[in-house]
């Protein structure tokens, strides 16, 4: 049959990460920077007291969720606006602020959403390198802004290389943007491993969106939910194209009792950054193993013939991803480290 869908949708390759069998796999899952251990008690009980009360047949509502990510962000509520995982943010930043032929900057390699959703709005894609050291191409983007960029892509920290700037550069880069008329968009996927923050220089800059997810940290993928935060005019713009009911209410109460549970999540995310990935990396420099300092919850290592390792240590009951000639490898517990290293050893 004659294929109807748009030209540009035709050519898009489709953005279908390795999902298959995950699952039903008996070993451990550190191929999608998830949390690897089971989300909080005091999660599952609010879930249950929801279900309990027995409101499905009512439609969702935000309040209360949007006050306590304005509280825990540091910004009033209506600078902030959820979403169906911050896949959802990403798409309506570039759907609200990017049209066909906009030049959108997307430091690369990067997250995957970024690329799909500015080929949708057929924009043009212009995509400065990262350094080899995962340093990002400022200068190459302060120059993207001069000659007329529309929107800036900065992943921090950047999802494969892990590596992230400064508040200052993006400081800079957010004040060249706005004497350009251009906007700025910050990734914070991985915010509550990293602590670096552009949310507050929302409220200086009307040019400057930060989007963070649930997914991470909190544990909460499988449920969807993140959010986005900008000036209150970015964010009723933003409103006016996202669905009024997107985010389901299973999602927000989940996302409301982590929040309240954030105890919980200082003590992985401790476990996680100040003891697993030290152990990691102490591992891989004592094998001469090349790998690039992360600010998140994983780390991007050179071997030779990525596939084939990660097939290997796929047997050997790690999932792992090959990505741009590494291996990323998400950082769990100690023990699963401690784990995972005594199967590389013999890889
Ligand atoms: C940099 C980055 N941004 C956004 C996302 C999307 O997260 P979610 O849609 O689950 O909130 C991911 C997921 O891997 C990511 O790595």
Known sequence: ???????????????????????????????????????????????????????????????????????????????????????????????????????????????AMFYQCAQVEQNEIIKPAYQDDGSFPKTEVLEEIEKGAKLIIICNPNNPTGTAISLEEIEEITQKALSKKAMVYV????????????????????????????SKAFGLAALR???????????????????????????????????????????????VMNKAKPMVEDFFNKNRIEFIPSRANFLLFKTDNPP???????KMGFLTRPRNGAIRVTIGTVKQMKNFINQ???V
């Open 225 to 271: 939910i993140g959010y986005t935060i900008s000036s209150l005019q970015n964010i009723e713009e933003m409103l006016k194209v996202r669905g009024p009911y997107d985010i389901n209410m299973f999602a927000t109460k989940a996302a409301e009792a982590s929040l309240d549970d954030i105890n919980s999540l200082n003590k992985y995310v401790d476990e």
């Open 187 to 214: 990734d914070e996927a991985y915010f509550e491993f990293c602590k670096i923050t552009a949310v507050n220089l929302t409220k200086q800059y009307p040019n400057l969106i930060v989007t963070r997810t649930f």
């Open 1 to 111: 049959m004659t294929n109807l869908a748009n030209l540009n949708i035709q050519e898009m390759k489709p953005y279908s990460p390795p999902l298959e069998g995950r699952r039903s796999y008996e070993g451990k899952l550190l191929d999608f920077n998830e949390r690897t251990v089971p989300i909080s008690r005091k999660v599952i009980k609010a879930l249950k007291g929801f279900m309990k009360k027995d409101r499905m047949q009512i439609y969702p509502e935000y309040e209360d969720l949007c006050e306590k990510i304005a509280e825990y962000s540091g910004v009033v509520p209506s600078q902030v606006m959820l979403t169906n995982g911050s896949d959802q943010g990403i798409d309506l930043i570039f759907r609200t602020f990017t049209t066909k032929g906009s030049k959108v900057v997307i430091p690369s390699p990067s997250f």
């Open 344 to 346: 590389f050893k013999n």
């Open 308 to 314: 084939d390792v990660t097939e290997k240590l796929k």
